[in-house]
């Protein structure tokens, strides 16, 4: 067979059909053209592939899930899904993968290479596809829109993503413990919850993440870096997200709805959060005593009731605070501030809870109810306290005597008489010494 010597790189193709295409790529050549978005390749095959993302085709179908793709190259990478197989080994660590563009990745991981360069900011990436979607941070561009909400995006694969929101896909499944994911890469780092694994390291401080974006938004607490700034109010931002999430509150953009009951959200996260209050789904389980949670965070506040960890410190009494709510409430005993303000009467209180409580004086709403003598209350100290009535319970100790209260209040009316007597006998000391007559010196 005659082969063809592509005489500026030296490789040999085929036919002549391929050299001609192969060649576009030393002379930058793209002659196919969408007319959809404008964008422009090189090769049909790529342009045939691309336009059905507009078009939503997907001819090539999995005979194992029956899931559908745009590409025949991705249907046999999504194969090994089913199959385990991960063809791709590093041979620095052991991990293997099932895509060759994820194992390049990887290994740059290794050597710490980033060799594709914005040109707008100088950031430097290790994927070039990473380095597109970042580009369209200074372009603005978002290409693919969304029919069912209208959100534009920037990338094919966020677009496919945020479609799952409306369909409620989720293809990807943890088998360990049959959590689904709409997301590849969620799956990944959910799994790191039952391996313990802590694949990114601090070199500054030694402390260890289970995600990248984590370990990134860490490293920054370090240098302080906040390179994404909000060009409406000059606010600058260390996450990606928090600058888009912050952007919507000028925006007042909410795209993320509720299909039980209507609920819009600015940001994806408390979106997901919200949706488990209706489907009860409590994801993350504490390794100490089995206690299921909704969210990451509130786990991780969680196990520090096992590790005794209280990381808030309060720098005027030093009493320190497992949560950083509670330290600051705590703070406003020092301050005085007290944010939450009655807008019928204008009293305020330092907690959001105390104003819940108060308001419902205003309107007669005792939500609270005894069950062995049906008194209600407006609020559940209240409730709590009345029942130590039946239960017979004195939780407050006098610290001078045997005496013990229901309430905290009957403790500090008991500690007066303790004043009360402390402040006579200091008085009778007194009027003691004035009386008694200066001792006689003999001369």
């Known amino acids: 067979m005659e082969t063809h010597h592509c005489d500026t790189c030296g490789k040999s193709l085929s036919s002549s059909s391929n050299l001609k295409q192969h060649m576009m790529i ?62 791709y080994n590093c041979d620095i660590c052991g991990k293997t993968f099932r895509h060759n563009a994820n194992f390049r990745d990887h290994r740059r991981t290794h050597i710490g290479k980033k060799p594709y360069s914005c040109d707008f900011c100088g950031q430097t990436f290790s994927r070039a596809d990473r380095l597109r979607i970042h580009s369209m941070i200074h372009t603005e561009e978002k290409p693919y829109s969304c029919d069912l909400c209208g959100k534009t995006l920037s990338n094919s694969a966020s677009f496919t993503v945020h479609r799952r929101i409306h369909t409620g896909e989720k293809p990807y499944s943890c088998d360990l413990c049959g959590k689904t994911f709409s997301r590849s890469d969620s799956l990944r780092v959910h799994r790191r919850i039952h391996t313990g694994e802590k694949p990114y390291s601090c070199d500054l401080c030694d402390k260890t993440f289970s995600q990248a974006a984590h370990f990134r938004d860490h490293h920054m607490t370090h240098t302080g870096e906040k390179p994404y700034s909000c060009d409406l109010c000059g606010k600058t931002f260390s996450q990606a997200a928090n600058f888009r999430d912050h952007h919507m509150t000028h925006t007042g953009e909410k795209p993320y709805c509720c299909d039980l009951c209507g609920k819009t959200f600015s940001q994806a996260g408390n979106f997901r959060y919200h949706h488990r209050t209706h489907t009860g789904e409590k994801p993350y389980s504490c390794d100490l005593c089995s206690q299921t949670f909704s969210r990451s965070d509130i786990l991780r506040v969680h196990r520090r009731i ?134 006689r010196t003999s001369v």
């Not at 059905?52 to 249907?75: V, W």
């Not at 100290?381 to 229901?406: A, M, T, V």
């Not at 303790?418 to 402040?423: A, E, I, L, M, V």
Request: hydrophobic fraction near 20%; glycine fraction near 8%; aromatic fraction near 8%.
């Open 26 to 87: 030393h002379t930058g050549e793209k002659p196919y053209s969408c007319d959809l978005c404008g964008k422009t390749f090189s090769q049909a095959g790529n342009f045939r592939a691309h336009s059905r993302i507009h078009t939503g085709e997907k001819p090539y179908s999995c005979d194992l899930c029956g899931k559908t793709f745009s590409q025949a190259s991705a249907l046999p990478v999504h194969r090994r899904i089913h199959t385990g197989e991960k063809p």
């Open 306 to 439: 096992h590790t005794g960890e209280k990381p808030y410190s309060c720098d005027l009494c030093g009493q320190s605070f497992n949560q950083a709510a509670h330290f600051r409430v705590h703070r406003r005993i020092h301050t005085g501030a007290k944010p939450y303000s009655c807008d019928l009467c204008g009293k305020t209180f330092s907690l959001a809870g105390s104003l819940r409580s108060h308001r419902r004086t205003h309107i007669g709403k005792n939500p609270y109810s005894c069950d062995p003598c049906d008194e209600a209350f407006s609020s559940s100290s209240g409730l709590k306290k009345h029942s130590r009535i039946h239960r017979g319970e004195k939780p407050y100790s006098c610290p001078h005597c045997d005496y013990s209260g229901k309430t905290n209040d009957h403790l500090k009316s008991h500690l007066r008489i303790h004043n009360r007597k402390q402040n006579k006998a200091v008085m009778s000391g007194a009027k003691l010494s004035q009386q008694s007559p200066p001792e």
